[in-house]
């Protein structure tokens, strides 16, 4: 089975600030990997997935990127913060096969001020 | 467009009752689906799911859920709820290719 780690668990960021969120996920190969945002009281926002190393599909145009520099990481980045990128961010994989579920990994609070 | 429609924002039930969550999915053929729970501060955790077979399908923590064709429905049910149910409640469909649509969500509270 699949285990995803997912770090730092919370994060207080400045308005400009860059941003760094890391996700590696053990357990499998050659998973696809999602980068999902959770505002509050609100459902799941896809941002970014990715089928292999250095594939990445964005979801949603906006001042954050995704990069996959090896098979099991991913990288979710910002060069500058903005207070709308508040939330609670997802790491997701599945294997080959997505029909069997994603595994989530524990999220990180992201708070900008 | 595929969708999923979570139709309840939040639902309370007293402890030991039934439960019922409900969901709706719009896709032309029979999707996979799913639902997921999630703990306040924490991921999701996958309940159960659906691809073809026998309607009702049987999950983890005493959950099950039946998927009705004639109504694009996966209403997710619990015949006694337990206080640690409390949570949040997501039903999702992959309806093509390998990204999942998630519903809203649906908070369950537990009354004693």
């Known amino acids: 089975s699949q285990t995803i780690h997912q770090w730092p668990a919370t994060l207080v960021q400045p308005v400009g600030s860059p941003l760094s969120l890391e996700c590696t996920v053990e357990?499998?190969?050659?998973?696809?990997l999602y980068w999902y945002r959770q505002a509050a009281g609100r459902g799941l926002q896809l941002l970014f997935y990715?089928?292999?190393?250095?594939?990445i599909s964005s979801e949603v145009p906006q001042n954050l990127s995704a990069s996959r520099p090896q098979d099991r990481q991913f990288i979710l980045s910002s060069k500058k913060l903005l207070l709308s990128d508040s939330g609670f961010y997802l790491c997701?994989?599945?294997?080959?096969?997505?029909?069997?579920?994603?595994?989530f990994g524990s999220g990180t609070r992201l708070t900008v001020v | 467009a595929q969708s999923v429609t979570q139709p309840d924002i939040h639902i309370t039930v007293s402890e030991g009752a039934s439960l019922e969550l409900r969901c709706n999915y719009s896709?032309?053929?029979?999707?996979?689906l799913f639902w997921y729970v999630q703990s306040p501060g924490q991921g999701l955790q996958l309940l159960l799911k659906?691809?073809?077979?026998?309607?009702l399908v049987q999950g983890i923590k005493g959950f099950e859920a039946e998927f009705k064709r004639s109504q694009s429905s996966f209403n997710l049910r619990k015949p006694s709820v337990h206080w640690s149910d409390a949570a949040e409640y997501f039903c999702?469909?992959?309806?093509?290719?390998?990204?999942?649509?998630f519903g809203a969500g649906t908070r369950l509270f537990v009354k004693a």
């Open positions: 997701a994989a599945t294997g080959t096969d997505a029909t069997y579920g994603y595994t």
């Open positions: 357990g499998t190969s050659n998973p696809n």
């Open positions: 990715s089928v292999g190393i250095g594939q």
């Open positions: 896709y032309g053929a029979t999707p996979y």
């Open positions: 659906y691809f073809s077979g026998d309607t």
């Open positions: 999702a469909v992959i309806a093509g290719g390998f990204k999942t649509i």
